[in-house]
């Protein structure tokens, strides 16, 4: 099922479903990370990542600037570890859906409340 029909099926708001998919759904987070076929020429490839590494590395080991190597080489190991992934952030959170669902509802509620007085239709 898709977000939008599990938050249809469940009464859910679909970022409340979204945010629990990439918690607990490695297939979910997968498809996240898919890029459209059109949009690959705009994309690195995997020559220019690995060119791109050995700059890094490079510098790490071997810039004259102690500070550039001291960035260079924490870049190097954080991105090793994994702490340069976004996904990886967020699948290792605890959220529950049930609040996420009640805090969306509560901010369209509002927003609709503000836009009401904004805009008041007599019917």
């Given at each position: 099922m898709?977000?939008?029909?599990?938050?249809?099926?469940?009464?859910?708001?679909?970022?409340?479903?979204?945010t629990a998919?990439?918690?607990?759904?490695?297939?979910y987070?997968?498809?996240?990370?898919?890029?459209?076929?059109?949009?690959?020429?705009?994309?690195f490839?995997?020559?220019?990542?690995?060119?791109?590494?050995?700059?890094?590395l490079?510098?790490?080991?071997?810039?004259?600037d102690?500070?550039?190597?001291l960035?260079?080489?924490?870049?190097?190991?954080d991105?090793?570890?994994?702490?340069?992934?976004?996904?990886?952030?967020?699948a290792?959170?605890?959220?529950?859906?049930?609040?996420?669902?009640?805090?969306?509802?509560?901010?369209?509620?509002v927003?609709?409340?503000?836009?009401k007085?904004?805009?008041?239709?007599?019917v």
């Amino acid at each position: 099922m898709s977000p939008e029909d599990i938050a249809s099926d469940r009464d859910l708001e679909v970022g409340a479903v979204k945010t629990a998919l990439m918690q607990s759904s490695s297939q979910y987070r997968k498809a996240c990370g898919r890029e459209e076929s059109e949009s690959d020429g705009l994309n690195f490839g995997d020559d220019d990542l690995r060119r791109v590494n050995q700059v890094i590395l490079d510098l790490a080991l071997g810039a004259e600037d102690e500070h550039l190597r001291l960035k260079a080489a924490m870049y190097v190991r954080d991105d090793k570890k994994g702490r340069k992934e976004v996904v990886k952030g967020i699948a290792g959170q605890n959220f529950n859906i049930l609040m996420i669902n009640e805090q969306l509802r509560k901010g369209r509620e509002v927003s609709d409340r503000i836009i009401k007085k904004l805009n008041p239709v007599n019917v």
